[in-house]
Protein backbone atom coordinates (compact mmCIF):
# COMPACT_ATOMS: atom_id res chain seq x y z
CA UNK A 1 0.00 0.00 0.00
CA UNK A 2 1.20 3.13 -0.66
CA UNK A 3 2.11 5.56 2.04
CA UNK A 4 0.82 8.68 2.53
CA UNK A 5 2.61 11.39 4.73
CA UNK A 6 1.14 14.24 6.27
CA UNK A 7 2.08 17.50 7.74
CA UNK A 8 -0.17 19.90 7.68
CA UNK A 9 -0.33 21.90 11.14
CA UNK A 10 -3.68 20.06 11.64
CA UNK A 11 -5.50 16.69 10.33
CA UNK A 12 -8.81 15.62 11.33
CA UNK A 13 -9.84 11.95 11.09
CA UNK A 14 -13.26 11.42 10.88
CA UNK A 15 -16.30 11.24 8.35
CA UNK A 16 -17.29 13.08 5.58
CA UNK A 17 -21.31 12.75 4.69
CA UNK A 18 -24.23 14.50 3.18
CA UNK A 19 -26.79 16.30 4.97
CA UNK A 20 -29.94 16.23 3.27
CA UNK A 21 -31.65 19.32 5.25
CA UNK A 22 -35.38 19.61 5.70
CA UNK A 23 -37.01 23.04 3.58
CA UNK A 24 -40.28 23.16 4.94
CA UNK A 25 -42.01 23.75 2.36
CA UNK A 26 -39.08 23.60 -0.11
CA UNK A 27 -37.48 19.96 -1.07
CA UNK A 28 -34.45 18.55 1.01
CA UNK A 29 -31.54 20.92 0.21
CA UNK A 30 -28.09 18.86 -0.31
CA UNK A 31 -24.96 20.07 1.86
CA UNK A 32 -22.04 19.07 2.81
CA UNK A 33 -21.27 17.79 5.95
CA UNK A 34 -19.92 15.69 8.86
CA UNK A 35 -18.59 16.38 12.14
CA UNK A 36 -14.73 16.39 11.52
CA UNK A 37 -15.65 17.17 7.90
CA UNK A 38 -17.24 20.18 8.74
CA UNK A 39 -14.02 20.74 11.47
CA UNK A 40 -11.42 20.52 8.70
CA UNK A 41 -13.36 22.94 6.23
CA UNK A 42 -13.37 25.41 9.15
CA UNK A 43 -9.77 25.18 9.93
CA UNK A 44 -8.96 25.54 6.58
CA UNK A 45 -11.11 28.66 5.77
CA UNK A 46 -9.63 30.12 8.80
CA UNK A 47 -6.04 30.29 7.13
CA UNK A 48 -4.79 26.84 8.67
CA UNK A 49 -3.21 24.27 6.39
CA UNK A 50 -5.45 21.19 7.36
CA UNK A 51 -5.75 17.88 6.10
CA UNK A 52 -8.62 15.56 6.38
CA UNK A 53 -8.33 11.94 6.61
CA UNK A 54 -11.22 10.15 5.00
CA UNK A 55 -12.97 7.69 3.18
CA UNK A 56 -14.46 9.45 0.38
CA UNK A 57 -16.62 7.46 -1.95
CA UNK A 58 -16.34 7.56 -5.65
CA UNK A 59 -20.46 8.16 -6.14
CA UNK A 60 -21.69 11.72 -7.26
CA UNK A 61 -21.69 12.50 -3.49
CA UNK A 62 -18.69 11.91 -2.86
CA UNK A 63 -17.17 13.82 -5.63
CA UNK A 64 -19.55 17.02 -4.14
CA UNK A 65 -17.47 16.47 -0.71
CA UNK A 66 -13.95 16.31 -2.38
CA UNK A 67 -14.61 19.35 -4.70
CA UNK A 68 -16.28 21.50 -1.78
CA UNK A 69 -13.27 20.44 0.76
CA UNK A 70 -10.54 21.68 -2.46
CA UNK A 71 -12.31 24.55 -2.81
CA UNK A 72 -11.62 25.42 0.81
CA UNK A 73 -8.55 24.37 0.10
CA UNK A 74 -8.31 21.54 2.72
CA UNK A 75 -5.27 18.98 1.69
CA UNK A 76 -6.95 15.52 0.75
CA UNK A 77 -3.88 13.31 -0.38
CA UNK A 78 -4.51 11.39 2.10
CA UNK A 79 -8.40 10.27 1.89
CA UNK A 80 -9.08 6.94 1.29
CA UNK A 81 -10.77 6.43 -2.03
CA UNK A 82 -13.80 3.85 -2.02
CA UNK A 83 -16.72 2.43 -4.25
CA UNK A 84 -18.80 2.32 -0.64
CA UNK A 85 -21.90 4.70 -0.84
CA UNK A 86 -21.59 7.85 0.78
CA UNK A 87 -23.01 7.90 3.91
CA UNK A 88 -26.06 10.52 4.23
CA UNK A 89 -28.07 11.93 6.66
CA UNK A 90 -31.49 13.41 7.21
CA UNK A 91 -31.56 16.71 8.85
CA UNK A 92 -34.92 18.19 10.15
CA UNK A 93 -34.95 21.68 11.68
CA UNK A 94 -37.61 22.92 14.31
CA UNK A 95 -36.83 26.69 15.52
CA UNK A 96 -33.52 26.51 14.08
CA UNK A 97 -32.46 23.37 16.28
CA UNK A 98 -31.50 20.26 14.06
CA UNK A 99 -31.93 17.03 14.89
CA UNK A 100 -30.46 13.96 12.84
CA UNK A 101 -31.29 10.65 11.11
CA UNK A 102 -28.60 8.65 9.34
CA UNK A 103 -28.12 5.88 6.84
CA UNK A 104 -24.46 4.16 7.62
CA UNK A 105 -24.52 0.52 6.82
CA UNK A 106 -22.03 -0.09 4.80
CA UNK A 107 -21.16 3.29 3.76
CA UNK A 108 -17.91 4.42 3.10
CA UNK A 109 -17.04 6.20 6.46
CA UNK A 110 -16.93 3.62 8.96
CA UNK A 111 -14.80 0.82 6.60
CA UNK A 112 -11.77 2.08 8.11
CA UNK A 113 -9.14 -0.55 8.50
CA UNK A 114 -5.55 -0.83 10.39
CA UNK A 115 -3.68 -0.99 6.93
CA UNK A 116 -5.35 1.79 5.21
CA UNK A 117 -4.29 3.90 8.66
CA UNK A 118 -0.73 1.89 9.02
CA UNK A 119 -0.22 4.08 5.22
CA UNK A 120 -0.49 6.94 6.89
CA UNK A 121 2.70 9.06 8.32
CA UNK A 122 1.74 11.84 10.67
CA UNK A 123 4.41 14.64 10.51
CA UNK A 124 2.51 17.47 11.92
CA UNK A 125 1.59 18.92 15.55
CA UNK A 126 -1.85 18.48 16.18
CA UNK A 127 -4.51 15.37 15.25
CA UNK A 128 -8.60 15.93 15.81
CA UNK A 129 -10.79 12.94 15.43
CA UNK A 130 -14.40 12.24 16.95
CA UNK A 131 -18.01 11.81 16.00
CA UNK A 132 -19.55 9.27 14.54
CA UNK A 133 -16.10 6.85 13.44
CA UNK A 134 -14.65 7.28 16.93
CA UNK A 135 -17.43 4.61 18.22
CA UNK A 136 -19.14 3.17 14.98
CA UNK A 137 -17.85 -0.48 13.56
CA UNK A 138 -16.00 -1.76 12.25
CA UNK A 139 -14.15 1.58 11.60
CA UNK A 140 -13.73 2.50 14.77
CA UNK A 141 -11.59 -0.20 16.06
CA UNK A 142 -8.66 1.08 13.58
CA UNK A 143 -9.42 4.06 14.29
CA UNK A 144 -9.20 3.58 18.51
CA UNK A 145 -5.81 2.09 17.44
CA UNK A 146 -4.36 4.49 15.29
CA UNK A 147 -5.15 7.36 17.68
CA UNK A 148 -3.63 5.84 20.36
CA UNK A 149 -0.36 5.16 19.23
CA UNK A 150 0.18 8.92 17.99
CA UNK A 151 -0.86 9.61 21.72
CA UNK A 152 2.10 7.08 22.64
CA UNK A 153 4.44 8.83 20.42
CA UNK A 154 4.29 11.88 22.78
CA UNK A 155 4.77 14.52 20.31
CA UNK A 156 1.26 14.82 18.42
CA UNK A 157 -1.51 16.50 20.18
CA UNK A 158 -4.82 14.57 19.99
CA UNK A 159 -8.20 16.92 20.06
CA UNK A 160 -11.20 14.82 20.49
CA UNK A 161 -15.08 15.67 20.48
CA UNK A 162 -17.80 12.70 20.84
CA UNK A 163 -20.55 14.33 19.13
CA UNK A 164 -22.90 11.76 20.68
CA UNK A 165 -25.69 10.16 18.63
CA UNK A 166 -28.70 8.38 20.83
CA UNK A 167 -30.25 7.25 17.31
CA UNK A 168 -26.58 5.53 16.51
CA UNK A 169 -25.75 4.97 20.25
CA UNK A 170 -28.64 2.37 21.77
CA UNK A 171 -26.48 1.15 24.82
CA UNK A 172 -25.93 4.38 26.42
CA UNK A 173 -23.62 2.38 28.93
CA UNK A 174 -21.73 0.99 25.73
CA UNK A 175 -21.76 4.43 24.25
CA UNK A 176 -20.03 5.98 27.79
CA UNK A 177 -17.20 3.10 27.64
CA UNK A 178 -16.90 4.33 24.07
CA UNK A 179 -16.44 8.00 25.04
CA UNK A 180 -14.37 7.52 27.68
CA UNK A 181 -11.67 4.92 26.23
CA UNK A 182 -11.45 8.03 22.91
CA UNK A 183 -11.03 10.37 26.06
CA UNK A 184 -8.12 8.67 27.59
CA UNK A 185 -6.14 9.05 24.35
CA UNK A 186 -6.74 12.94 24.12
CA UNK A 187 -5.07 16.22 24.96
CA UNK A 188 -8.25 18.33 24.36
CA UNK A 189 -11.64 17.12 24.20
CA UNK A 190 -14.44 19.43 23.54
CA UNK A 191 -18.00 18.41 24.12
CA UNK A 192 -21.52 19.96 24.50
CA UNK A 193 -24.11 19.87 27.06
CA UNK A 194 -26.19 17.95 25.29
CA UNK A 195 -23.11 15.22 24.92
CA UNK A 196 -22.92 15.08 28.68
CA UNK A 197 -26.63 14.90 29.56
CA UNK A 198 -27.45 11.76 27.43
CA UNK A 199 -23.95 10.05 28.70
CA UNK A 200 -24.30 11.25 32.43
CA UNK A 201 -27.53 12.22 33.19
CA UNK A 202 -28.19 14.46 35.76
CA UNK A 203 -24.81 14.81 36.69
CA UNK A 204 -22.76 18.40 36.87
CA UNK A 205 -20.43 19.48 34.06
CA UNK A 206 -17.54 20.04 36.68
CA UNK A 207 -18.04 16.32 38.08
CA UNK A 208 -18.00 14.98 34.07
CA UNK A 209 -15.13 17.57 33.23
CA UNK A 210 -13.06 16.24 36.42
CA UNK A 211 -13.59 12.71 34.98
CA UNK A 212 -12.23 12.99 31.94
CA UNK A 213 -9.12 15.20 33.32
CA UNK A 214 -8.34 12.73 35.44
CA UNK A 215 -7.97 9.83 32.41
CA UNK A 216 -5.26 12.19 30.77
CA UNK A 217 -7.03 15.40 28.89
CA UNK A 218 -5.00 18.93 29.82
CA UNK A 219 -8.44 21.21 28.85
CA UNK A 220 -11.60 20.39 28.80
CA UNK A 221 -14.29 22.63 27.26
CA UNK A 222 -17.78 22.18 27.44
CA UNK A 223 -20.32 24.06 24.64
CA UNK A 224 -23.41 25.15 26.39
CA UNK A 225 -25.69 26.49 23.40
CA UNK A 226 -26.78 29.71 24.33
CA UNK A 227 -25.32 30.02 27.55
CA UNK A 228 -21.63 29.87 26.17
CA UNK A 229 -18.68 28.19 26.99
CA UNK A 230 -16.56 26.61 30.26
CA UNK A 231 -12.95 24.95 29.83
CA UNK A 232 -11.82 22.91 32.97
CA UNK A 233 -8.31 22.17 33.86
CA UNK A 234 -6.61 19.79 36.05
CA UNK A 235 -5.49 22.98 37.77
CA UNK A 236 -7.31 26.70 38.66
CA UNK A 237 -10.86 27.58 38.35
CA UNK A 238 -12.93 26.97 35.34
CA UNK A 239 -13.09 29.63 32.79
CA UNK A 240 -16.28 30.34 31.39
CA UNK A 241 -17.50 32.74 28.80
CA UNK A 242 -20.81 33.83 27.20
CA UNK A 243 -21.73 33.31 23.76
CA UNK A 244 -19.97 36.59 21.27
CA UNK A 245 -22.85 38.67 19.84
CA UNK A 246 -23.32 37.78 16.11
CA UNK A 247 -25.91 37.53 13.05
CA UNK A 248 -29.18 36.39 13.95
CA UNK A 249 -28.98 32.52 14.04
CA UNK A 250 -30.55 30.83 10.75
CA UNK A 251 -29.56 27.67 12.33
CA UNK A 252 -27.15 25.57 14.53
CA UNK A 253 -25.96 22.80 11.71
CA UNK A 254 -22.20 22.76 12.21
CA UNK A 255 -22.10 25.04 15.45
CA UNK A 256 -20.30 22.91 17.76
CA UNK A 257 -17.83 21.99 14.77
CA UNK A 258 -17.26 25.30 13.90
CA UNK A 259 -16.30 25.90 17.55
CA UNK A 260 -13.81 23.60 17.59
CA UNK A 261 -11.98 24.80 14.66
CA UNK A 262 -11.98 28.22 15.70
CA UNK A 263 -10.39 26.83 19.37
CA UNK A 264 -7.87 24.77 17.39
CA UNK A 265 -6.88 27.39 15.08
CA UNK A 266 -6.36 29.76 18.39
CA UNK A 267 -3.92 27.07 19.69
CA UNK A 268 -1.94 26.94 16.12
CA UNK A 269 -1.50 30.89 16.37
CA UNK A 270 -0.24 30.48 19.76
CA UNK A 271 2.44 28.62 18.92
CA UNK A 272 1.22 24.81 20.13
CA UNK A 273 2.97 22.61 18.64
CA UNK A 274 2.80 19.83 20.51
CA UNK A 275 0.94 18.42 23.73
CA UNK A 276 4.15 19.67 25.91
CA UNK A 277 2.66 23.03 24.89
CA UNK A 278 -1.02 22.31 26.18
CA UNK A 279 -0.27 22.92 30.21
CA UNK A 280 1.29 26.05 29.94
CA UNK A 281 -1.93 27.74 27.53
CA UNK A 282 -4.67 26.26 29.94
CA UNK A 283 -2.80 27.58 32.78
CA UNK A 284 -3.52 30.82 32.06
CA UNK A 285 -6.68 31.87 32.35
CA UNK A 286 -6.80 35.37 30.04
CA UNK A 287 -5.67 32.77 27.23
CA UNK A 288 -8.60 30.62 27.61
CA UNK A 289 -10.50 33.03 27.83
CA UNK A 290 -9.54 34.37 24.71
CA UNK A 291 -9.86 31.14 23.03
CA UNK A 292 -13.09 30.35 24.20
CA UNK A 293 -14.55 34.27 22.68
CA UNK A 294 -12.54 33.56 19.17
CA UNK A 295 -13.96 30.09 19.09
CA UNK A 296 -17.60 31.28 20.15
CA UNK A 297 -17.20 34.21 16.95
CA UNK A 298 -16.47 31.70 14.55
CA UNK A 299 -19.62 29.53 15.95
CA UNK A 300 -22.09 32.82 15.93
CA UNK A 301 -20.95 33.76 12.06
CA UNK A 302 -21.80 29.80 11.11
CA UNK A 303 -25.40 30.09 12.63
CA UNK A 304 -25.95 32.78 10.69
CA UNK A 305 -26.33 30.75 7.42
CA UNK A 306 -27.98 27.84 6.52
CA UNK A 307 -26.25 24.20 6.90
CA UNK A 308 -22.64 23.28 7.57
CA UNK A 309 -21.43 26.83 6.20
CA UNK A 310 -18.32 27.92 8.39
CA UNK A 311 -16.61 31.48 7.74
CA UNK A 312 -13.73 32.21 6.16
CA UNK A 313 -11.06 34.21 8.10
CA UNK A 314 -11.95 37.17 6.65
CA UNK A 315 -15.44 37.23 7.98
CA UNK A 316 -14.59 36.84 11.66
CA UNK A 317 -11.67 39.61 11.34
CA UNK A 318 -8.39 37.39 12.06
CA UNK A 319 -5.58 37.83 10.02
CA UNK A 320 -2.64 35.52 9.76
CA UNK A 321 -0.75 36.14 13.12
CA UNK A 322 -3.47 36.94 16.09
CA UNK A 323 -7.19 36.71 16.61
Not at 45 to 50: C, D, H, I, N, P
Not at 209 to 232: K, M
Amino acid sequence: MVSHELRPEVVVLGEALIDLVDGGDSPYQAHAGGGPYNVAIGLARLGVRTGLLARLSTDPFGMLLREHAERSHVDLSAAVVTDQPTTVALVRLRDGAATYHFQVDGTANFGWTDAELDAVAVGHSIVHFGSLVSWTPPGSGPVHRFVARLRDRGDVLVSYDPNVRPLLQSDPDRARADVESAVGVAHLVKASADDLAWLYPGAAAADVAARWLAAGPALVVITLADRGSVAFRPTGAPVARPIRPGPAVVDTIGAGDAFISGLLRGLCRRGVAGPADLPGIAGSADTIGALLDEASTVAAVACSRPGANPPWRDEVGFDRTGG
